[in-house]
C-alpha cells in the first residue's frame, strides 16, 4: 500500500504513514536523498544539524483533501566561505521554497483562478477539495509568470466601465490574436495617444466613431490607419435612419393619419363615432404631449445657458442622461404617436371562422368574444346576403 502511495507523491519523497483527520488524508513522508545543495553557494552537504516538520497541501484524494506532513532537514554548508551557515533542504520541481502547497496543486488552482476569478474560483476550489480562498487566488494570478505578448499590428480600442454611467476606463485588444494586451484606467486621448506610444508596430486601429479615440490615436500612431469597427459601423448604420425619420416626424405623421384614414374608409368605419370614443385618450396624449415639449424647452434653454453636458442637465429636469442625449441628437421631443385603437372592426379578421347560414348573433359572438353586439348585428347580414347597399 506504502508503494502505491510512493508512486503518487512528489519525486524524492517516501510514506511513512497515512492517517485520515478531520475528513481529510494526512500522509507522513520524509526525504530519501542523503544531501542536499546549499542555496547560496552551491555546494552538497550531507551535515545534518535538525530538523522540523512542513505541512504542504497535495491534489485530493478520492474528493477528500490531502495534506503531507514532510519532516524536513536543516544541513550545515561545507564551504567555511559561504555566508549561509546553515540552510533548509530544498525540494525542486515539487515545491517551491516557503510554499504550504505543491507545485501540482498551485498550477491547477492557477488555472481555475484564471477561467473564474477571485470568489468564485474559492467556491469551485471548495467543492473540488482544493480549499483556498479567492484573495489567495487573485495573488497566484497576479505572481504567476507570463509569456513575452508580441507586439500587436492590429488594435481595437474601445471604453469599459468601471461603474457604469460613472467612470470609464479604456480597453485594447489584439484583433489578430483575440486577447487583451492592457487595460488603460482612463478614457482620454491623453491615455491612449501614451500607450499607443510605447507599441510603435501598430498598422492599423479599429475603433467607434469618438472624437476621444480619433485624436489619441492621431498622437500616439500618427502612420497607422485609423477604421470604424464592425459593430459601430452596422449601429450607425441603423442610427442614421432613425435620427432622419426623427427630424420629420410631423411629415411621418401625417402620413400615418392618412393611410389609417385610408383604410377607414375601405372599412366602413364611422370617423365620427371612433373620434368619441378616444376623446379622452387623445386628449391625455396631447396634454403627455405638451409635457414633453416643456421638458424638451428647458433642456434647450439650459443648453444656451451654457450647460452643454447631458449628465448635469439631467439632475435639474428631472430625466435620465440617454434620454436627453436621444432628444438633443433628434432635435425634439418624441411624438409617440400610436394609432387609433380598433380601427378596423375585429369581426372583420375572424370571417373565416364563421358559418354563412348563421343568422343567430349569440352563436356568432361565439366566435367573437370581443366584439361588440352592435358590430354583430352589422355583421351577419354581410356574412348571410352579401354586402348592404
Known amino acids: 500500500m506504502l508503494e502505491f502511495f510512493n508512486s503518487l507523491l512528489p519525486e524524492n519523497f517516501e510514506v511513512v504513514e497515512i492517517a485520515r483527520q478531520c475528513g481529510a488524508v494526512v500522509i507522513s513522508a520524509q526525504s530519501i536523498s542523503t544531501s542536499s545543495n546549499c ?105 504567476s509568470a507570463h509569456e513575452p505578448y508580441p507586439a500587436p499590428r492590429i488594435v481595437g480600442i474601445d471604453d469599459w466601465a468601471w461603474r457604469k454611467g460613472q467612470r470609464y476606463g479604456t480597453i485594447v485588444c489584439d484583433l489578430e490574436r483575440n486577447r487583451i494586451p492592457d487595460l488603460l484606467p482612463e478614457r482620454n486621448a491623453d491615455v491612449v495617444a501614451a500607450w499607443l506610444a510605447r507599441h510603435p508596430g501598430i498598422e492599423i ?126 432635435g425634439g421631443e418624441p411624438e409617440h404617436h400610436r394609432p387609433s385603437v380598433h380601427t378596423i372592426p375585429f369581426w372583420r379578421s375572424r370571417i373565416i371562422f364563421f358559418d354563412v347560414g348563421t343568422k343567430d348573433v349569440a352563436t356568432v359572438g361565439s366566435f367573437c368574444p370581443r366584439s361588440k353586439p352592435r358590430d354583430l348585428k352589422e355583421a351577419v347580414p354581410l356574412f348571410t346576403d352579401g354586402p348592404q347597399t
Open 205 to 330: 486601429i479599429a475603433r467607434d466613431r469618438a472624437g476621444v479615440y480619433a485624436e489619441g490615436g492621431r498622437r500616439g500612431a500618427p502612420d497607422a490607419t485609423q477604421i470604424a469597427d464592425r459593430w459601430h459601423l452596422l449601429a450607425n448604420l441603423g442610427e442614421a435612419p432613425r435620427l432622419a425619420v426623427g427630424r420629420h416626424r410631423k411629415a411621418v405623421r401625417l402620413a400615418g393619419v392618412a393611410a389609417m384614414t385610408e383604410i377607414a374608409a375601405e372599412g366602413h368605419d364611422d370617423p365620427e363615432h371612433g373620434s368619441q370614443k378616444q376623446t379622452s385618450l387623445q386628449s391625455l396624449r396631447q396634454q403627455r404631449k405638451l409635457q414633453r415639449r416643456d421638458l424638451y424647452e428647458e433642456v434647450m434653454r439650459l443648453r444656451d445657458a451654457g450647460i452643454t453636458s447631458a449628465r448635469q442637465i439631467a439632475p435639474q429636469v428631472g430625466m435620465s442622461v440617454r434620454t436627453i442625449e436621444r432628444w438633443l441628437a433628434a
Open 39 to 143: 542555496p547560496t553557494c552551491g555546494q552538497s552537504s550531507g551535515r545534518v544539524h535538525s530538523h522540523y516538520m512542513r505541512q504542504i497541501a497535495d491534489l485530493p484524494c478520492q474528493d477528500q483533501a490531502t495534506e503531507i506532513r514532510l519532516r524536513v532537514r536543516r544541513f550545515r554548508c561545507v564551504d567555511s566561505q559561504c555566508v549561509t551557515r546553515i540552510f533548509t533542504e530544498r525540494f525542486p520541481g515539487s515545491v517551491s521554497a516557503n510554499a504550504r502547497r505543491t507545485n501540482r496543486l498551485s498550477t491547477a488552482q492557477t488555472a481555475i483562478s484564471f477561467t473564474t476569478g477571485g470568489e468564485p474560483g474559492g467556491r469551485l476550489s471548495q467543492k473540488l477539495a482544493m480549499p483556498v480562498s479567492g484573495d489567495t487566488l487573485l495573488r497566484m494570478v497576479r505572481s
